[in-house]
């Protein structure tokens, strides 16, 4: 069960906001990139937010609070009177630093040679 003290519930809620993100500004799902785009699911990037972050040493709580950081908890969306729960967005930081880790991962495959590769996390 996912509950406020689980990094993976506050992973879910930042690769929600960066797809949406990608949406609103592509019009897709898609992080575009000159090597190739990548298509990103919200459930694959918080495991594989969750994996990376993880080997980087940090701590369930480390996480939490560096998945906190990315989210802009004041936003709100203009014009819309009512809603059915909440929509999260990121702040310039937290979207600098998905792109970043988008970008590298690219670039990994890219040297790597592989042309097209599918991950599934679940």
């Known amino acids: 069960m996912l509950n406020n003290k689980n990094p993976y519930f506050y992973a879910q809620m930042v690769s929600s906001s960066y797809v949406e993100h990608l949406i609103r500004k592509n019009g897709d799902n898609i992080y575009k990139h000159t090597l190739g785009n990548l298509e990103v699911d919200s459930y694959c990037l918080s495991s594989?937010?969750?994996?990376?972050?993880?080997?980087?040493?940090?701590?369930?709580?480390?996480?939490?609070?560096?998945?906190?950081?990315?989210?802009?908890?004041?936003?709100?969306?203009?014009?819309?009177?009512?809603?059915?729960?909440?929509?999260?967005?990121?702040?310039e930081q937290g979207i600098s630093k998905l792109n970043e880790l988008m970008i590298n991962y690219i670039t990994m495959l890219a040297e790597q040679g592989i042309e097209e590769q599918v991950i599934n996390y679940h």
């Open 48 to 91: 594989f937010l969750e994996g990376f972050y993880q080997e980087e040493g940090l701590t369930e709580f480390e996480r939490i609070c560096l998945y906190g950081e990315m989210i802009d908890m004041d936003k709100k969306k203009i014009g819309c009177k009512y809603k059915i729960g909440t929509t999260h967005y990121l702040n």
